[in-house]
């Protein structure tokens, strides 16, 4: 028992800190958890977040399964996934500043656990990252790592939501500055999705 416990601690420790490179990098799913916590709905934010982590288990499954060399193999299906995610991030960016411009309190764009899994699912990102990552995870880290690399994803965004949430209540204005730079993110995120999906689709 003692054996396999410091066997798998090891492994734990370096599936969190994967989990860190899949989780900390700015991007869509962050930007509107950003401002969510930072209008005061840290648990909104969370089930962003949530959705999010559902969907790249998702990957890990397409993984286990094979799939993901699949899919490799038919890139205009990615592509496919990437426009269409690409449309829902600039759709989302134009929202949030219309909302921005309104008013922080009127703000109509809203996070959610579909949201979440939704932009993880067409985020060719993320297909690159466990094309890249999904095997040596599997293989080398196991099932330690694999809890390890979740658990660190779900640390760190509830962290970082009630973070914000606290700094946002304490500091005036903060909320208005990041929406405004979440529209930004969404906008480049978006315009890269669209642009890699339209590349993929034209062959």
């Known amino acids: ?10 492994l734990f420790g370096a599936g969190m800190a994967l989990g860190l490179s ?8 962050m930007a509107v958890m950003a401002t969510a916590s930072a209008q005061g709905r840290p648990r909104e934010s969370i089930v962003t977040a949530l959705g999010a982590t559902t969907a790249d288990a998702v990957w890990l499954v397409l ?14 299906v990615i592509g496919g996934l990437g426009f269409l995610g690409g449309a829902m991030l600039l759709w989302m960016a ?7 411009r309104r008013g922080i309190a009127d703000s109509t764009l809203r996070g ?18 466990w094309m890249a990552s999904g095997p040596i995870v599997i293989s080398t880290l196991r099932a330690p790592g694999i809890a390890g690399l979740f658990f660190s994803i779900l640390l760190y965004t509830t962290t970082f939501s009630y973070a914000l949430s606290w700094l946002g209540a304490r500091v005036k204005h903060i909320a208005l500055v990041i929406a405004y730079v979440g529209v930004a993110m ?16 034209r062959g």
């Open 94 to 100: 134009w929202q949030g500043f219309r909302s921005a």
């Open 112 to 129: 959610s656990f579909r949201l979440g899994f939704a932009t993880v699912l067409s985020s060719p990102f993320s297909f690159a990252w």
């Open 186 to 201: 969404l906008s480049l995120f978006g315009v890269y999705f669209a642009r890699e999906g339209i590349r993929l689709l």
């Open 22 to 29: 899949l989780a900390a990098p700015p991007g869509p799913v």
């Open 1 to 10: 028992m003692t054996t396999m416990t410091t066997h798998a601690l090891p």
């Open 63 to 76: 993984v286990l399964l094979g799939f993901i060399a699949v899919l490799q193999s038919h890139p205009r």
